[in-house]
């Protein structure tokens, strides 16, 4: 499978890809996700916002930040312009500050994701068994409880249903106290979508989604990375 996303990275001499572009990726993968407009000035910014329609998101994007939220690079729930004009200037400035030394290709502005069920879903390539591919609870619970669920690529339904069976707090997903039951097919067929472009992508190394926001009607990943292998 060809790409130009991939292509246009491999010329950079880049082996992380962008959120941009990884959810690009992706979603030609099939993969729900926020999307976003890459935009690199404060009118620009504006002009992007008004077009996703409020609240929107907005986030750095630069090839050395792998952590957006820890340098101040993400600003959620922006709920007009002049909030949009500010978070685009605010950003720029956090990250600045946080590392002066950091490219900066401008900021994406996506749509604001409705709260749902966090859940996060990966792959990491391992050199002798192939894809293995990764799911659990998303959050500050998934490094509490290390409660994730992995199977080899190519997954069957049947694998994907039981990845996601298998975690221990499954309730959480299936209606606990009164919460609606998320959409677990919508969540295994995005694990089966990313397996499969895992598997016709040998170069890409290690993709995370986190998080996935999950619904009790379909799921969409709000942050996406993609990592090619150094080859
Ligand atoms: P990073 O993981 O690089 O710090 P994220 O893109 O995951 O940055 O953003 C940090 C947090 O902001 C997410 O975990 C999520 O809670 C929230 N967030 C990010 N993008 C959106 C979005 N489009 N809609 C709703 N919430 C979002
Ligand atoms: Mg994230």
Do not use: W
């Given at each position: 499978?060809?790409?130009?996303?991939?292509?246009?990275?491999?010329?950079?001499?880049?082996?992380?890809?962008?959120?941009?572009?990884?959810?690009?990726?992706?979603?030609?993968?099939g993969?729900?996700?926020?999307?976003?407009?890459?935009?690199?000035?404060?009118?620009?910014?504006?002009?992007?916002?008004?077009?996703?329609?409020?609240?929107?998101?907005?986030?750095?994007?630069?090839?050395?930040?792998?952590?957006?939220?820890?340098?101040?690079?993400?600003?959620?729930?922006?709920?007009?312009?002049?909030?949009?004009?500010?978070?685009?200037?605010?950003i720029?400035?956090?990250?600045?500050?946080?590392?002066?030394?950091?490219?900066?290709?401008?900021?994406?502005?996506?749509?604001?994701?409705?709260p749902?069920?966090?859940?996060?879903?990966?792959?990491n390539?391992?050199?002798?068994?192939?894809?293995?591919?990764?799911?659990?609870?998303?959050?500050?619970?998934?490094?509490?409880?290390?409660?994730?669920?992995?199977?080899?690529?190519?997954l069957?339904?049947?694998?994907a249903?039981?990845?996601?069976?298998?975690?221990?707090?499954?309730p959480?997903?299936?209606?606990?106290?009164?919460?609606?039951?998320?959409?677990l097919?919508?969540?295994?067929?995005?694990?089966?979508?990313?397996?499969?472009?895992?598997?016709?992508?040998?170069?890409?190394?290690?993709?995370?989604?986190?998080?996935v926001f999950?619904?009790?009607?379909?799921?969409?990943a709000?942050?996406?990375?993609?990592?090619?292998?150094?080859?």
């Amino acid at each position: 499978m060809t790409s130009a996303i991939i292509e246009r990275a491999r010329g950079e001499q880049r082996t992380l890809l962008t959120e941009p572009e990884s959810k690009q990726l992706l979603e030609q993968a099939g993969i729900p996700t926020t999307g976003g407009t890459l935009v690199r000035s404060e009118d620009e910014a504006a002009a992007a916002a008004d077009a996703v329609g409020y609240p929107v998101v907005l986030k750095i994007v630069s090839p050395d930040v792998v952590h957006k939220s820890d340098v101040g690079g993400v600003v959620v729930g922006i709920p007009d312009v002049a909030g949009a004009r500010a978070a685009f200037r605010s950003i720029n400035d956090a990250v600045r500050a946080a590392m002066p030394s950091a490219r900066m290709d401008g900021v994406t502005v996506q749509r604001q994701a409705q709260p749902g069920v966090e859940v996060i879903m990966g792959m990491n390539r391992d050199p002798q068994f192939g894809p293995l591919l990764m799911f659990g609870l998303g959050g500050v619970l998934v490094e509490l409880l290390e409660d994730v669920a992995f199977r080899l690529a190519p997954l069957t339904r049947r694998d994907a249903d039981q990845m996601i069976r298998e975690i221990k707090c499954l309730p959480v997903l299936t209606g606990f106290r009164g919460s609606p039951p998320a959409d677990l097919e919508a969540l295994r067929g995005m694990l089966l979508a990313l397996s499969a472009f895992a598997d016709g992508n040998p170069d890409v190394e290690q993709i995370d989604l986190n998080p996935v926001f999950a619904y009790p009607n379909g799921a969409v990943a709000v942050d996406a990375r993609v990592v090619l292998s150094p080859g």
